[in-house]
Nanobody, 115 residues
Framework: QVQLVESGGGLVQPGGSLRLSCTAS????????MGWYRQVPEKQRELVAV???????VYADSVKGRFTITSDNAKNTVYLQMNTLKPQGTAVYYC?????????WGQGTHVTVSS
């Protein structure tokens, strides 16, 4: 059974930082591209950042220079370091594991950026 378990969300003031974690089980982690997406009510889920098995990364323009995605193969975990958070960053953040024949999602973790 595949599980992606996110943690690290919460309430943070504008300009603050959070680090999200996503630990995968039931998959061979190195075979998957890992990513973070976010969604707000009544809007489509959008890409935040992805990292492939070779360590290459892609970021949404809105988070470039502020967010960093990394992965630890030994821990089957992908991280999203979020700095200089803005109120527009308020959303449910979802972890994703993807390969051509499979696509898995975590349950999501809430991030609220507010003073």
């Amino acid at each position: 059974q595949v599980q992606l378990v996110e943690s690290g969300g919460g309430l943070v003031q504008p300009g603050g930082s959070l680090r999200l974690s996503c630990t995968a089980s039931g998959i061979f982690f190195r075979d998957y591209g890992m990513g973070w997406y976010r969604q707000v009510p009544e809007k489509q889920r959008e890409l935040v950042a992805v990292i492939n098995s070779g360590g290459e990364t892609v970021y949404a323009d809105s988070v470039k220079g502020r967010f960093t995605i990394t992965s630890d193969n030994a821990k089957n975990t992908v991280y999203l370091q979020m700095n200089t958070l803005k109120p527009q960053g308020t959303a449910v953040y979802y972890c994703n594991a993807r390969r051509p024949t499979a696509n898995y999602w975590g349950q999501g973790t809430h991030v609220t950026v507010s003073s």
